[in-house]
């Protein structure tokens, strides 16, 4: 499953170049998809706050983990 990272347009400019295969297989797994979260515009923002939240950590232990 691919997920449309464009679909909120706050995290698209501002996050979505970041996503990547590894990083968005592990999100869907352990949060699903934004339809899991009604229809209400509101909620699924929500998911992607979320989002951007553990994409900034994946980001930073990658970062922290290289030599």
């Excluded at 347009?9 to 352990?30: G, M, N, Q, S, Y």
């Amino acid at each position: 499953m691919q997920l449309d990272w464009k679909q909120d347009v706050w995290f698209a400019e501002h996050h979505a170049i970041h996503v990547t295969t590894e990083f968005e297989a592990w999100w869907i797994d352990h949060y699903g998809c934004p339809d899991d979260y009604t229809e209400d515009p509101e909620e699924q923002h929500e998911y992607f706050v979320r989002a951007a939240f553990a994409l900034m950590g994946w980001r930073a232990a990658l970062a922290k983990a290289k030599p």
